[in-house]
Nanobody, 123 residues
Framework: QVQLVESGGGLVQAGGSLRLSCAAS????????MGWYRQAPGKQRELVVG???????DYADSVKGRFTISRDNAKNTVYLQMNSLKPEDTAVYYC?????????????????WGQGTLVTVSS
């Protein structure tokens, strides 16, 4: 069984910073794309930023210049450094990853989600 475990959420004042972490564990043979999504109350889940296995990134316009994603492949972990936080960044943040599964005669990527971590930015 594979899982993603997130940490680092909490309450912060506007202008402050938080760092989220997401570690993959269980049985898998590699990790392809990883990313962070968020879902604010009453809104749909949206992509915050994604990162490929090669390190290419894709940020939502709303977080460009403020958020930075990074990954440590040796630790199977992805991070999200969030600076200059705004009240509109308040949401549950979810980690997402494609984990390589190898079967008897085939292989494929299993998309896995973390449990979510709440980020609250007060004004």
């Amino acid at each position: 069984q594979v899982q993603l475990v997130e940490s680092g959420g909490g309450l912060v004042q506007a202008g402050g910073s938080l760092r989220l972490s997401c570690a993959a564990s269980g049985s898998f043979f590699g990790i392809n794309d990883m990313g962070w999504y968020r879902q604010a109350p009453g809104k749909q889940r949206e992509l915050v930023v994604g990162i490929t296995s090669g390190g290419d990134t894709d940020y939502a316009d709303s977080v460009k210049g403020r958020f930075t994603i990074s990954r440590d492949n040796a630790k199977n972990t992805v991070y999200l450094q969030m600076n200059s936080l705004k009240p509109e960044d308040t949401a549950v943040y979810y980690c997402n990853a494609e984990l390589l599964q190898v079967y008897e005669r085939s292989f494929g990527y299993l998309e896995v989600w973390g449990q979510g971590t709440l980020v609250t930015v007060s004004s």
